[in-house]
Each structure stands twice: as C-alpha cells, then as structure tokens.
Antibody, heavy 125, light 108 residues
Framework: QVQLVESGGGLVKPGGSLRLSCAASGFTFTNYHMTWIRQAPGKGLEWVSYIRSRSSYTNYADSVKGRFTISRDNAKNSLSLQMNSLRAEDTAVYYC??????????????????WGQGILVTVSS | SYVLTQSPSVSVAPGKTARITCGGNNIGSKSVHWYQQKPGQAPVLVIYYDSDRPSGIPERFSGANSGNTATLTISRVEAGDEADYYCQVWDSSSDQGVFGGGTKLTVL
C-alpha cells in the first residue's frame, strides 16, 4: 500500500533553516509528481511546492519562493524540502503528497491522492 | 492568482443531506477536487474531477461543478462525516495548487 512518511520537523529560530524529508513506498516513485502542502495551526490548507516525476522542473507558492527548495532522489524514493530564512508564519504541519494528473499536457490538472501523516515545524525564538 | 471561496461552516442533522459549496470565477471550466480532514488527521481525497469517487469512499459522497460554483453533496449524513472539507483546483496559468478556505461540517 502507498505510504508517505515525513521527518525532520521541529523547533527552529526565525531566520534559521530546516530540511524536511518524505520517504515513499508502495508505488513506483519515479512515475509520480510530488508535492508539499502545509497547514498553520487552526488554519486551512496551503499548497507550497511541487516537483515533476523525472525532471528537475519545480514550482513554488509565492509565499515561499526564493526561500524553500524542493528536490527528490528517485533512487532512494525520497522527497525533500529545504526551508531557509524561516519566519514565524511558516509555522505549520507540513504534508507530503502524491500527485495524480490528467493526460492533457496542454492543460495539466493535478490533485493529491495520498498524503503523509504530516510533520510539525515551529518557527519561534 | 485564482481564488476559491467556501462558507466557514455548515450544520446538518443526521440522515439529512449536506451541501458544501466552493465558489470561483468560471470554476465550471476547471476540475474540482475535494478533501475531508478530521481533527488531528491528514486530509483524505473524497471526490476528484468534479464527481469521481476514489475506491473506499461511500456513494453518499457526490460532486457537481457548473458556472461559478462547485458543490460537494453528502447524503444521509452520519456522525462520522463531521470534519473539515476543502475544495482544490490546479491553476494552470500559474502552475500552482489552490485550496478553498475550508468548510467545517457539524452534525447536529
């Protein structure tokens, strides 16, 4: 069965860095785009970033662009999120998720069919 | 960027029908996906491509999308359906995911 397990969360000071990891199993990792989504305490879901299956193409939410870097290691079935210059407003539970998509390259449409259990990142002095 | 608008809360008695809406400019031209999130748990996909159900999701969950509003309908509501529900689209112009603010479903 599909499993996504996040790790690497914790408490970090403003301006600090943290690297999240997501270990994937139960499916052919190289065939899927992957994404990070976060949820601030008591708030809604916010899409953060995604990376395509076999290429280096990535994209980010405007709120994290230039500070966060998503990457993947297909040999290790692993997804990562390097978070730099962290701010208090980055405090959230971070979920990794698998992306499913349609077959139309002209109008890609993505949704998230499996999610990890989430990992808490707290940015505070 | 594309904006999705959901009502903060919906209340329904057990056995009745709950309708949760998601508004967006010409949202009917996009595919809408819905997630259920219970307290302390990760979200779970309940509807994709407007009206398709993943395996394991009861037939009581259905979706529709037209004009400026997408709707998630839960028939014969049960206590276990109490949760937050989020709509989501993919904004192809920015190549970014977009979520609605979420609707808290309360079963009276």
């Amino acid at each position: 069965q599909v499993q996504l397990v996040e790790s690497g969360g914790g408490l970090v000071k403003p301006g600090g860095s943290l690297r999240l990891s997501c270990a994937a199993s139960g499916f052919t990792f190289t065939n899927y785009h992957m994404t990070w989504i976060r949820q601030a305490p008591g708030k809604g879901l916010e899409w953060v970033s995604y990376i395509r299956s076999r290429s280096s193409y990535t994209n980010y939410a405007d709120s994290v662009k230039g500070r966060f870097t998503i990457s993947r290691d297909n040999a290790k079935n692993s997804l990562s999120l390097q978070m730099n210059s962290l701010r208090a407003e980055d405090t959230a539970v971070y979920y990794c998720a698998r992306i499913k998509w349609n077959d139309d390259p002209a109008a890609p449409d993505y949704y998230f069919d499996y999610w990890g259990q989430g990992i808490l990142v707290t940015v505070s002095s | 960027s594309y904006v999705l608008t959901q009502s903060p809360s919906v209340s329904v008695a057990p056995g009745k029908t709950a309708r949760i809406t998601c508004g967006g400019n010409n949202i009917g031209s996009k595919s809408v996906h819905w997630y259920q999130q219970k307290p302390g748990q990760a979200p779970v996909l309940v509807i994709y491509y407007d009206s398709d159900r993943p395996s394991g999701i009861p037939e009581r969950f259905s979706g529709a999308n037209s004009g400026n509003t997408a709707t998630l309908t839960i028939s014969r509501v049960e206590a276990g359906d109490e949760a937050d529900y989020y709509c989501q689209v993919w904004d192809s112009s920015s190549d970014q995911g977009v979520f609605g603010g979420g609707t808290k479903l309360t079963v009276l």
